[in-house]
């Protein structure tokens, strides 16, 4: 009987043990505040809430049918019964995504008698949609980039996520006159002032075509005074491309920019989304290219991506 008195003792001490360790346990986070909701996922967390039988989803600009319900491409749903054919199994593909996809994304972007492609001057990987590829090529930027500031200067508005995905890569953010309220149009005059004053050897970042969010983009003259900007600046071009064909439903006029800047002798950095285009946002399909220029270069370049995307996701998705 007397050791009743050890064990209730030994139970209340370890009951006191237990209680410490789970308070130290659930206060590591008692700091961290309740942050806010996305301005443009919130409104379609909104939507989904809404009992509303009449509601319109503004949120993301995706396909719908003439009931308001997500519409799949033709072409989408025949991409699917192809990859279920050639692909029955779910074995790994390859650190920078699936070679044909990398290879189709570059040609799409390019165009089909790119002679960058021809001489293998690219160095493409497979990303998650726009937010991934323009992520692992901060992340590449970050590490790399050695011929000015690691600064992006990017157009005034540009998308929400641009500011702070760059910020997170570690790399500084500023801006360029690129919209005028006053005629809800593109300040061109402003734009190539602004350009013309960024520090030489900076990052500048492009949108291809459909700037988001204003939708107004340069002209093809317009253009080519910016790319001679730039040049003369010693800027390194890294353009967001994300509505090739959905801008105007041509995707060579889409690419316009993309291969001016190319012809005129700039090496590049590209981000491509599929999101909005063909309307994979849940797939997440994307790509990031470096057009660099040697051969010799490239394949360094995509050396050190696959060693970037080993420590991000191992292996990409199949597409």
């Known amino acids: 009987m007397a050791s009743v008195p050890r064990l209730t003792l030994s139970i209340k001490n370890a009951a006191c043990f237990f209680g410490q360790a789970s308070a130290r346990s659930s206060s590591w986070w008692s700091h961290v505040e309740l942050g806010p909701p996305d301005p443009i996922l919130g409104v379609t967390e909104a939507f989904k809430r809404d009992t509303n039988p009449k509601k319109i989803n503004l949120g993301v600009g995706a396909y719908r049918d003439n009931d308001g319900k997500p519409h799949v491409l033709p072409c989408v749903k025949a991409a699917e019964e192809l990859l279920k054919t050639k692909y029955p199994d779910k074995e790994y593909t390859t650190i920078a995504g699936l070679p044909e996809f990398c290879k189709a994304a570059a040609t799409l972007a390019l165009g089909e008698n790119s002679k960058h ?3 293998g001057l690219n160095a493409t990987v497979q990303g998650i949609s726009g937010t991934g590829s323009l992520r692992v090529g901060a992340a590449f930027l970050e590490k790399f980039f050695q011929s000015g500031p690691k600064d992006v200067f990017m157009p005034t508005p540009t998308w929400g996520n641009h500011i702070p995905l760059f910020k997170h890569a570690g790399l500084g953010v500023k801006q360029y006159r690129y919209y005028d309220p006053k005629t809800c149009g593109f300040d061109f005059q402003g734009a190539l002032q602004d350009i013309a004053k960024i520090p030489e050897g ?16 340069p002209k093809p003259e317009q253009w080519r005074e910016i790319s001679k900007v730039i040049k003369n600046r010693k800027l390194f071009p890294y353009f967001d491309m994300a509505y090739q064909g959905f801008a105007s439903g041509d995707i060579d006029h889409d690419a316009f920019a993309v291969r001016l800047f190319l012809d005129e002798g700039h090496n590049i950095g590209l981000a491509q989304s599929f999101a909005k285009n063909m309307g994979l946002y849940g797939e997440r399909v994307g790509a990031f290219s470096l057009v660099c220029a040697s051969k010799q270069e490239a394949e360094a370049c ?18």
């Open 202 to 217: 900076s990052i500048i970042l492009l949108h291809a075509c459909a700037h988001n969010p204003t939708g107004v983009d």
């Open 117 to 119: 492609l021809k001489e």
């Open 302 to 319: 995509l050396s050190q991506l696959k060693i970037l995307e080993i420590g991000r996701a191992s292996c990409r998705e199949r597409v």
